[in-house]
């Protein structure tokens, strides 16, 4: 059944009897797999892939680096959740390396973000230090590449 | 200027296809979908066409040797064992041509002599009756039969041959079919094929897809080897049909005439492309897979749902295609296709297009996207559900 999430990752509107014929199980059999991996939160969603930046004017994503002194109890993880509550966070990871977490947030504008850093991420109990990159351009996400589409010179032969 | 006159009288007798109209109808439509043409939807993949950016950075920009770069002959006799358990020298039994195309017409122009005769089995690509009569042979043609799933069966086999019988074309995995020989199938045409001096060039561009079990070749049989041109190249299992790559292995006295005729013709395949495909032979194994995978899932989409939708398809398992039955419409399979086109915006190819044993079925290729896909099975309904209403008005 790792077939049904592969094809998911790849493109979540297709159907389920499309589903299930392309990995070839009955379509019964990968509605209810379907189901029992939302219920596992295995499947934790499904969202569109956007490029903001030809709708929007102005949008902003950083990259920040946070370090933190982990609590005693639940190590990073009570500090992580006080952080990624908000709503601005859109990802966050734990890191190797140089610093601990890694969060990426997006904005309206420069400013939003910056707001955000100072004001809230930075006055966090624990959080020792911040530094924020701004993403200039997206160039792919998700295996997508961020193009738009180029008019396309068809010319057909037969094979 | 007459060039009727002018003109070779052999090139002049070879009808054009008449699948041109539906690309000229194609190219003008806007939001139509093409499942016409026999070419993967994939971009070679990077690590490949990397590798022939970097022979032109490297300066790589003169002829290779007539019969192909040794490294890449190497590479193929490597491959060729490993994935086929086929045995060639590198040195002697390999030639790189331009595509299979190009191999598919030395190899008839270094066999036949005027008046032999070429037997083809059909529906199957074009290319092979108009080859043969250009090296001044005569094409006899099987009707492969939808019963026998379009496999070459050994009644049939014996029927065609006469003593002119030169050379057999064996076609498969096919275009346009989907159908392939299995092993079984393969002895019971190589019985019939011991003890005569009929050669074979067996076309095995789509050898990499099968779906549920490893293709077979011919020169893998008992007796068989000394017989067979194993056609072969890039272009599907790499997903490389622009690169034009690909090559021919036989034994040395055949290899050795065809090789004389390419360095006229060609001189050697495109250098920047041998590197590609170098690469390709060292590292591709992987890509081939996970195409191959992606394929089989159309492939198994596409055939539930045209059996669902009521037209009859049997099983391929092999190549990119699919190939239903339309006879149930009481359609040519002109009419089908240039209706589907006009009222649906899909274009598949009509079965006649590949000779007289494709009437009645249209090909449909799935190396397309599967929402493409998906929407023309959709729209291939709603047209079946008109027709079904129009023919029950005037019925």
Redo the contacts between chains.
């Keep these: 059944m790792e077939k049904l999430l592969e094809l998911l990752e790849q493109d979540c509107t297709m159907s389920t009897a499309q589903l299930a014929a392309a990995a070839g199980v009955p379509e019964a059999e990968a509605k209810a797999a379907i189901k029992k991996y939302e219920d596992e939160r295995v499947i934790l969603g499904y969202q569109a892939i956007i490029d903001w930046d030809r709708v929007r004017k102005e949008t902003v994503t950083a990259l920040i680096e946070v370090n933190v002194t982990p609590q005693s109890i639940d190590g990073f993880d009570r500090i992580a959740e006080r952080i990624y509550q908000y709503d601005e966070v859109e990802s966050m990871y734990l890191m190797s390396g140089s610093f601990d977490l890694a969060i990426i947030i997006s904005g309206r504008t420069l400013r939003e973000v910056a707001m955000f850093v100072g004001d809230r991420l930075s006055t966090i109990q624990g959080v020792t230090g911040t530094a924020t990159h701004f993403i200039l351009r997206k160039y792919k996400e998700k295996h997508l590449v961020f193009r738009p589409q180029e008019p396309e010179e068809r010319e057909y032969i037969f094979v | 200027m007459n060039y009727d006159n002018i003109l070779n009288e052999k090139i002049q007798g070879i009808k054009p296809?008449g699948?041109?109209k539906f690309?000229d109808i194609?190219?003008e439509m806007t939001d139509a979908i093409?499942l016409?043409?026999?070419?993967p939807d994939f971009v070679t993949p990077w690590h490949i066409r990397d590798a022939g950016i970097y022979s032109l950075e490297r300066g790589h920009t003169k002829y290779t040797s007539n019969a192909g770069m040794l490294q890449l002959r190497r590479e193929i006799a490597a491959y060729l064992n490993r994935r086929f358990d086929l045995q060639y020298d590198y040195n002697g039994q390999i030639l790189v041509t331009v595509g299979g195309s190009e191999a598919i017409d030395l190899a008839l122009r270094v066999l036949v002599n005027p008046g032999d005769e070429v037997i083809v089995p059909v529906p199957s690509?074009?290319c092979y009756g108009p080859l043969a009569e250009m090296a001044g042979g005569v094409p006899k043609y099987i009707e492969l039969k939808a019963e026998d799933q379009f496999r070459l069966t050994p009644e049939q086999l014996r029927a065609a041959i006469t003593d002119k019988t030169k050379v057999l074309v064996l076609p498969f995995p096919s275009?346009p079919t989907g159908g392939i020989m299995e092993r079984r199938d393969l002895e019971a045409i190589a019985e019939v094929l011991r003890g005569t001096d009929i050669m074979v060039i067996s076309d095995e561009i789509y050898a990499e897809l099968t779906y549920g079990q490893r293709h077979v070749s011919l020169a893998n049989l008992t007796d068989m080897y000394e017989r067979t041109v194993v056609v072969n190249g890039f272009s599907k299992s790499h997903a490389m049909?622009g690169w034009r790559m690909g090559y021919v292995c036989a034994p040395k006295p055949i290899i050795a005439a065809m090789t004389k005729l390419h360095q006229f013709g060609i001189m050697s395949a495109p250098t920047t492309s041998q590197y590609a495909a170098v690469e390709a032979m060292r590292n591709g194994d992987g890509d081939i897979e996970h195409m191959r995978e992606e394929y089989d899932?159309?492939r198994?989409?596409l055939v539930?749902?045209l059996n669902r939708i009521g037209l009859s398809c049997f099983e391929p398992k092999g190549a990119f295609y699919v190939f239903p039955d339309i006879r149930s419409t009481g359609l040519t399979s002109e009419e089908f296709c240039e209706r589907f086109l006009m009222e649906e915006k899909v274009a598949v190819?009509p079965g006649n297009?590949f000779g007289p044993g494709g009437e009645g079925f249209v090909r449909a290729c799935y190396a397309a996207s599967?929402?493409d896909i998906?929407e023309s099975i959709a729209r291939m309904d709603n047209f079946l559900a008109n027709l079904r209403r129009k023919q029950g008005r005037e019925g």
């Design positions: 296809s699948i041109r690309f194609l190219e093409s016409g043409i026999g070419e690509f074009v275009n049909t899932r159309r198994r989409y539930e749902n190819i297009a599967m929402k998906a």
